[in-house]
């Protein structure tokens, strides 16, 4: 289950999620009580809802069955900052949010490199409702940022597989 993408050095993410990854986590989507986040380049307002159905920001032509999100707010400070990345858009946004219905672990990182669901990382069929916008997560540095555009074009030209 190894991805050639992953590797040791998580210089690449934010501290915190770092220390998340390497502290063995036995959460699960059954016993998570969240908070909840969603990080997107896309501008929402308190009251929106985010749904299945739409393109991938990684791989812009599969049509995803399932929306993510994650209990730790840097993560998806991270997704959002690659979402940005991959989009073009301008800003990156952060969300609290709420699921509207049953969720499971996101098997794309659960059990990858490091067992469990140490990212605390989820996908639903059932949309999440926008609560409200948060500001206090941790940016990628210009360091950072220059890794993750190396490791998306990896990526993008390895066609990683996506489990939708």
Known sequence: MNDPNLSDDLSHVPDS????ITT???RTAASDPGPFFHGTSRPLAAGDSLAPGHPS????????NHIYFT???????LAA???????????????LVEPTGDYEDDPNVT???????PTRSYRSTSPLLIVEEVHDWTRLSD????????RLTAMAASNAEILN
């Open 17 to 20: 999620v770092a220390a998340a």
């Open 24 to 26: 063995h986590s036995e």
């Open 143 to 150: 360091e950072q940022r220059a890794d993750w555009r190396e």
């Open 57 to 64: 920001n990684y791989r812009p032509d599969i049509l995803m």
């Open 111 to 117: 059990d990858k490199k490091f067992p469990g669901n």
């Open 81 to 95: 900052e690659i979402a940005v990345m991959l989009t073009g858009h301008p800003s990156a946004h952060v969300y």
């Open 71 to 77: 209990a730790l707010k840097d993560g998806a400070g």
